[in-house]
């Protein structure tokens, strides 16, 4: 029986993501996703202690925050530059503890050299496309809803929901008439 890989974000204390390429990942599993709305994904998939930078190519669209959009997570824009120089002096900044995401061989290869641990992007799609909230929100007392197929899913809305009984009544009529003769 083969062993199961190791987790790559094991032992890591910074997260670099080619926010290109994870977009591109991404889109091909169920169509395009904005970089918006992959940030809180990642803050909720990523363990507390590890830094989160998603670089994108470019700069941010007109009015758009050009840093942080969530807590945790660090957005920046390579500008005039590719994302993978950004991501190179991201890099040589700081080693170790360095995890970075792309698909790019050429700069895998030269990451590593630098001192950092990479990862396919294929790894970071697949498990947020397997994500899934557990728990309640703060604002809501029940867990969400169950997709179909799952235990408790649209597959088991047959089944009644309340049945009276225990202190419960059934509506007879006009309260103020009196009771209806059986």
Do not use: F
């Not at 992959?38 to 840093?67: I, K």
């Not at 660090?74 to 994302?83: E, K, L, N, P, W």
Request: proline share 12%.
């Amino acid at each position: 029986m083969p062993r199961p890989a190791p987790d790559p974000l094991t032992g890591a204390t910074r997260l670099l993501i080619d926010g290109t390429n994870l977009l591109h990942a991404l889109a091909r599993r169920g169509g395009p996703l904005p970089a918006v709305a992959v940030t809180g994904r990642l803050r909720a998939l990523v363990p507390p202690g590890v830094a989160v930078t998603l670089v994108l190519d470019g700069g941010p669209a007109p009015g758009g925050a050009d840093r942080r959009l969530t807590s945790g997570i660090d957005v920046r824009y390579s500008g005039r530059r590719s994302a993978d120089a950004l991501l190179g002096d991201l890099v040589a900044a700081a080693p170790e503890g360095t995890l970075v995401v792309t698909d790019d061989i050429a700069l895998a290869t030269s990451l590593r050299a630098a001192g950092a641990r990479t990862a396919r992007t294929s790894w970071l799609a697949e498990r947020l496309s397997r994500q899934r909230l557990e728990a309640p929100a703060v604002g809501r007392p029940k867990p969400p809803p169950a997709l179909p197929g799952e235990p408790g899913g649209a597959d088991e809305d047959a089944a009644p929901r309340w049945k009276p009984g225990r202190g419960a009544t059934k509506k007879t009529g006009n309260p103020k008439r009196g009771r209806r003769p059986a």
